[in-house]
């Protein structure tokens, strides 16, 4: 061999070494690319799986708000006709109070006139007593 050919192959072997080195120093800044992505990913993986976990009960929390709005609809229902029976006997209620005001009042009247006709009777007893004196 020739010195030309050694010195050939010696800056063969230097820019093969090179190209090695900076394949090795891609290699490795990939690798870190790579870990960080996958650390990302993971990252990315259990947002959405927090973000599956809060929907899942705000479907829960909705499906409970639903069956109280049912509960809390039929129990207005159910207050509503109460309040229809309850109105129903205030109303006969007050049209008895009302014929018990007119039959006292009635019955009142009679007392009176009771009263007026026992003291005429008592005035008319009192004057056959001085008649007969």
Avoid: C, P, W
């Avoid at 050694?6 to 120093?25: G, K, P, R, W």
Wanted: no cysteine.
């Amino acid at each position: 061999m020739t010195r030309e050919t050694a010195n050939q192959i010696s800056e063969n072997l230097y820019n093969v070494i090179q190209e090695t080195e900076q394949s090795q120093v891609n290699v490795i800044s990939t690798g870190d690319k790579l870990t960080a992505n996958l650390d990302l990913a993971s990252e990315t993986e259990s947002a959405f799986e927090k973000i599956l976990e809060t929907f899942l009960q705000l479907k829960n929390d909705i499906s409970d708000y639903k069956s109280l709005t049912t509960q809390i609809h039929q129990s207005s229902s159910s207050i509503g006709v109460s309040i229809g029976e309850f109105s129903s006997v205030v109303e006969e209620t007050s049209a008895s109070l009302q014929e018990i005001s007119s039959s006292v009042a009635f019955q009142t009247e009679q007392y009176e006139h009771l009263v007026e006709s026992i003291k005429k009777a008592h005035y008319s007893m009192e004057h056959l007593i001085n008649l007969q004196k």
